[in-house]
């Protein structure tokens, strides 16, 4: 419970915080949170499924129920360590860093975030799926530049999603008498119902990844977001998508998953190789890696389809990964764009040779974006691609694309923004808060590479329980 208290207190202290103290405030109680996550982490008994530490029954069969096992540990734990790391980043970006409101709107985005990873019951889940929304949305909107059109094109492709996910709830806590996790579970579905209900969650989810055709959103936001805000849409708001189909869609709507496997998996390869075609041809730095994050989260969601011990140890490895490149990925964009006033590719020619310190960390992301060997995206990545071609040889080469195009674009960007005689007089080289984030982030992508079980031994449990369930109702 002190999980989400933490960030609700610290939200609101934000409001009442000098702003000549608020960044370091803000950076301070990030860290307080982080450190409550570790401890939960150091205390948590591997091997154990799942803790429910509050319920409270209330009326109409809701129950305000939360709790966390291994999966939802994972993601709580890397939704504290990710914020800081964002702080951390807009730590020298005044507009954003010396403002109180945008501090407590990171902070309530954290709790919402944390609600839907400890969420027990189908509609507190919705509830705080919901919320992040607000806090998001109003972080684009006041500190953005993007557009009435692309802010309102993200609220309804966001919304339109939810409704589709809420109906599905109230479909299934129909049938169970209850919302509570447990309860939907222990509901059994003619294949027909199971179809329109599985539907539901999938739009939700399909949009929120996003998958291809529900992607058009994304790029338009995330190019008009600020750096802190397109980092929180795509380190964590988009990992609540692949966690719900892990944890609620599957599990849940066992019955339906035979009826969209195909297609889920299909929609994820198109978008796997659209995206990085269209990665491949990109001017515009913030939007290149955008349209890869499109691709690398296609093969995640695929790999999820297959619901096989590995392919979801391989997307869970994959899903910290990802969330650790995009900070990476998108605070270069951001300090490439800050300093040169442009995100054209052309314009930035020869920033290696004024910046070093840069070229070398930039690099780094770059070859760790790419999963070379003893890097997190290796072991995920890889893990995916033994399971999808097991599942169906064809799937399995045309997913591998993904690591042909992702060197391609990758590298292609690296080329054209540092090498080559400088088109600028000068470049500011790295400042001590964006040195320090480049080295965490190196020091978590290698460190999980090296030691991947660290995530499987704490994901495991979980895993083997959801699969028992999935299997025994689509065994019968």
């Not at 401890?39 to 008994?45: K, T």
Request: proline share 3%.
């Amino acid at each position: 419970m002190e999980l989400l208290i933490i960030t609700v207190v610290l939200g609101l202290i934000s409001f009442f915080v000098p702003r000549n103290s608020i960044k370091l405030f803000g950076l301070a109680g990030s860290f307080v949170s982080a450190a409550i996550a570790i401890i939960h982490l150091i205390n948590f008994e591997t091997g154990s499924y799942v803790s429910i530490f509050e319920t409270t029954e209330m009326p109409f069969g809701l129950t305000f129920q939360i709790g966390y096992d291994g999966l939802g540990l994972m993601m709580i734990a890397l939704t504290n360590l990710i914020v800081p790391i964002i702080i951390l980043s807009n730590y020298n970006n005044s507009a954003t860093s010396e403002n109180r409101v945008f501090h407590a709107l990171v902070f309530f985005m954290q709790f919402g975030l944390l609600g839907v990873f400890t969420a027990a019951d189908g509609i507190l889940f919705y509830i705080f799926w919901e919320f992040t929304l607000i806090p998001v949305f109003l972080i684009l909107y006041w500190f953005g530049k993007g557009t009435n059109k692309v802010l309102l094109k993200f609220f309804i492709y966001t919304l339109i999603g939810s409704l589709g996910m809420l109906l599905s709830f109230i479909a299934l806590g129909l049938k169970a008498n209850s919302f509570a996790y447990s309860d939907l579970l222990a509901v059994h579905l003619p294949t027909k119902e199971a179809c329109w209900i599985i539907s539901g969650f999938l739009l939700a989810f399909a949009i929120k990844i996003p998958l291809f055709p529900f992607h058009t959103w994304q790029p338009d936001t995330y190019t008009s977001a600020p750096m802190s805000g397109t980092m929180l849409l795509s380190a964590l708001m988009l990992k609540m998508a692949l966690f719900g189909m892990i944890k609620w869609m599957i599990p849940l709507v066992p019955e339906g998953v035979a009826e969209i496997k195909w297609l889920v998996i299909i929609l994820s390869v198109i978008g796997i190789i659209y995206a990085a075609i269209i990665c491949i041809k990109q001017q515009d730095i913030k939007r290149l890696f955008a349209y890869a994050s499109i691709s690398h989260l296609g093969l995640i969601a695929a790999g999820i389809m297959v619901f096989t011990k590995d392919a979801l140890v391989g997307a869970s490895v994959q899903i910290v990964n990802h969330s650790l490149i995009a900070i990476g990925l998108f605070l270069v964009a951001d300090i490439l764009e800050s300093r040169l006033k442009t995100r054209e590719l052309s314009h930035m020619q020869g920033t290696a040779t004024l910046a070093p310190k840069f070229g070398f960390w930039f690099a780094i992301i770059a070859f760790a974006s790419v999963s070379v060997p003893f890097t997190a995206g290796f072991i995920g990545e890889f893990t995916l691609l033994k399971e999808l071609t097991e599942f169906n040889f064809a799937i399995g080469i045309l997913s591998a694309t993904t690591l042909v195009f992702g060197a391609v674009y990758t590298l292609r960007a690296y080329q054209l923004s540092m090498f080559g005689a400088p088109k600028n007089e000068s470049f500011e080289d790295l400042r001590w808060n964006e040195i320090l984030v480049f080295i965490l982030l190196t020091i978590a992508i290698v460190g999980i590479g090296l030691f991947p079980q660290c995530i499987a031994d704490l994901v495991g449990p979980s895993l083997d329980k959801l699969i028992i369930i999935f299997n025994e109702t689509t065994t019968h």
